[in-house]
């Protein structure tokens, strides 16, 4: 393959080597991880009843649903690579859209990646526990933060590490270890849930314990960490530009991967309520152990261990596929560094970016910066999801019909939805909306310096 480039990247193409399949299974693993089994305890501790806790994640289901829906439209009359980048970029210009793709390489995608690595050697840890531990063994000074080399971080970088090397090998690799890993994670996840609902322990009366009326604000509140969950749905629009019959296959993914997802999530929710009334599940940070510990006896959080290893490696690998895409469109468009936008000659794959994600992602593990990062961008998830569907009202007006449309409705409360989210937010934890917006305008000098050059 030859490069051609354009502005400050390239323009080679990719190979369109992905199927729906593939596409939902990205989906699957770029939304399930450790959080689904930690979450609920956040949740029900704001919402401590049974009917609206549950209400939460239906509506967390309608709500990606909903945007699913509308990105499948922005995929057909955008299928190209980028995400959020590339509909915020033609909708309201480039400076949104670089903002959108900065926060994803800086906190979005490679927080998230070196968090589920850490929690992948920690989970790992109770099975060998010697790779699990958290005690330095050296400390070294970068600037003002410290790097803590620790046998669980050392764990962390070589999963980074490892499944780098497996999509800068090929797609063809990649997608293949991206089917087994999804398609474990949600057979390891069945299995459990299966076994639950005939434990004896499980108790159907339990899911109607009720504590009164829920205050709106607090509602909504709790509706943050639920989006959050189910954050990832998206993900096949990342890698349009590799889909074969782009249009068809993007939409046929995010719906078949976010129903899959909505299903596995309420199993597991309605799983958690029949083993711990709201009031117990309140606060409860391993929300899954607990519940695996009452349904299944004292060995009952390490029946749990394989399906959490399989969804937090299925998820760096979903991230470490869907991330450098978003890098590399941002390179060819001349606002990232140009390296990034180059193909590799052989294999097809963006593997500077993919590289430079594992690199930064790697530096999060080993300085501990990514719980922050990901606390105060959090809302960053809502705002720029909610901004790309936006922009498909302004793309309507400026383009043709697409070959499918999502309609009025869905895309039009997808957007109300993450209004009051997002407004609930600032009015109820400003100090961390600040932080993030603050950790986003932290872009600003690098768009810059990349405009200059171009």
């Known amino acids: 393959m030859s490069s051609t480039p354009i502005a400050a990247g390239a323009t080679e193409s990719p190979p369109r080597l992905l199927r729906t399949r593939d596409g939902a299974a990205l989906v699957v693993a770029n939304v399930i991880g450790v959080g689904i089994f930690t979450t609920p305890g956040i949740v029900a501790r704001l919402v401590p009843d049974a009917a609206a806790f549950l209400a939460l994640w239906l509506v967390g289901g309608a709500v990606a649903l909903a945007g699913a829906r509308a990105y499948a439209e922005l995929a057909a009359r955008l299928p190209r690579a980028g995400g959020e980048y590339l509909y915020l970029a033609r909708a309201f210009g480039p400076l949104p859209g670089f903002l959108s793709g900065w926060t994803s390489f800086v906190a979005g995608f490679s927080g998230a990646i070196a968090a589920a690595a850490v929690g992948f050697a920690f989970y790992l840890g109770r099975l060998l526990p010697a790779v699990g531990d958290a005690e330095p063994l050296v400390v070294l000074a970068l600037g003002p933060l410290a790097a803590r080399v620790s046998p669980r971080t050392l764990t962390a970088v070589a999963l980074i590490a490892l499944v780098a090397v497996v999509h800068v090998l090929g797609v063809r ?237 869905a895309p039009a409360a997808f957007v109300a939805i993450a209004a009051a989210v997002l407004a609930n937010a600032l009015w109820t934890r400003p100090g961390p909306t600040a932080a993030g917006a603050a950790v986003i305008a932290a872009g600003l000098p690098l768009y810059a310096w990349l405009r200059r050059r171009r």
Do not use: K
């Not at 629009?237 to 068809?248: G, I, N, P, Q, S």
């Not at 899954?288 to 390490?302: C, E, Q």
């Not at 961008?377 to 569907?389: D, E, M, N, Y």
């Open 173 to 409: 690799p990649g997608r293949r270890v991206q089917l087994l890993l999804a398609g474990g994670c949600l057979l390891a996840i069945a299995v459990f849930v299966a076994g639950g609902f005939l434990a004896p322990a499980a108790s159907v009366e339990r899911l109607a314990s009720h504590r009164g009326p829920v205050a709106p604000s607090a509602w909504l509140l709790a509706l943050v960490p639920v989006l959050f969950t189910y954050s990832g749905w998206n993900a096949a629009v990342y890698v349009a530009e590799e889909m074969r019959d782009a249009a068809r296959s993007v939409d046929r993914a995010l719906f078949a991967g976010t129903g899959a997802v909505i299903a596995a999530y309420l199993s597991l929710v309605l799983l958690f309520l029949a083993a711990l009334p709201p009031a117990e599940l309140a606060g409860e940070v391993a929300v899954g152990d607990a519940a695996a510990r009452v349904l299944f006896g004292r060995l009952g959080g390490a029946l749990l261990v394989p399906a959490i290893l399989l969804a937090l490696a299925s998820s760096v690998s979903a991230m470490m596929m869907a991330g450098p895409r978003v890098y590399w469109a941002m390179a060819r468009d001349g606002v990232f560094p140009r390296a990034a936008g180059r193909l590799d000659r052989r294999r097809g794959t963006p593997r500077v970016a993919i590289l430079a994600q594992a690199g930064w992602s790697a530096l999060l593990v080993v300085t501990g910066t990514f719980e922050a990062l990901l606390i105060y961008t959090g809302f960053a998830v809502v705002l720029f999801s909610g901004l790309a569907v936006l922009s498909l009202f302004v793309l309507r007006r400026r383009q043709p019909p697409a070959p499918l449309s999502a309609g009025r409705l």
